[in-house]
T-cell receptor, first 114, second 107 residues
């Protein structure tokens, strides 16, 4: 078991470009979460999946953001037409079970929008 | 969204107990109280969680007020490795972390 992995670890892009991040959860974990964290702040919840179903979306998740988990395993988070305000660490976590159980976090993808 | 309030920072001497408070006056009946901690340049790490009763595990203890509007994370003997930002979050349909408490452990 290698834990939660995220790719890429770092991404630098120009404003207006699209970016996609990938998260591979711990195998057998049915829940997968996405968060965004800016410097000095706690992680902000974006969305979560139970298997392939997206169950909750934060108001922070604007129309430019979309997340998928097509086969209930890995997930992708896409940001279209990036803005400088999108610069942040994007964290993924996974958990096992249907209740509010322990979440295991990945190392994050740091996005810099120039 | 349910929110939590924590002191921005706290200090503790090494090998002494630490009590980290959290207020969550808007907690709903189905919200769980979770604690995570985060070291620099790492993702958060689970510490403990509970609903109504006090909880103990190998890392810490969680004391929950009878009205559930506040809770306290207790580290029984602080070590230098416990220096981190500690987040108290309410877990229902969404997960609100807040800004956390930065714990400094003094050798």
């Amino acid at each position: 078991d290698t834990g939660v992995s995220q790719n890429p670890r770092h991404k630098i892009t120009k404003r207006g470009q699209n970016v996609t991040f990938r998260c591979d959860p711990i195998s057998e974990h049915n829940r997968l979460y996405w968060y965004r964290q800016t410097l000095g702040q706690g992680p902000e919840f974006l969305t979560y999946f139970q298997n392939e179903a997206q169950l909750e979306k934060s108001r922070l998740l604007s129309d430019r953001f979309s997340a998928e988990r097509p086969k209930g395993s890995f997930s992708t988070l896409e940001i279209q037409r990036t803005e400088q305000g999108d610069s942040a660490m994007y964290l993924c976590a996974s958990s096992l079970g249907d209740g509010p159980t322990e979440q295991f976090f990945g190392p994050g993808t740091r996005l810099t929008v120039l | 969204d349910a929110k939590t309030t924590q002191p921005n920072s706290m200090e503790s001497n090494e090998e002494e107990p630490v009590h980290l408070p959290c207020n969550h006056s808007t907690i709903s009946g189905t919200d769980y109280i979770h604690w995570y901690r985060q070291l620099p340049s790492q993702g958060p790490e689970y510490v403990i969680h509970g609903l109504t009763s006090n909880v103990n595990n190998r890392m810490a203890s969680l004391a929950i007020a009878e009205d559930r509007k506040s809770s306290t994370l207790i580290l029984h003997r602080a070590t230098l490795r416990d220096a981190a930002v500690y987040y108290c979050i309410l877990v229902g349909n969404q997960f609100y972390f807040g800004t956390g408490t930065s714990l400094t452990v003094i050798p």
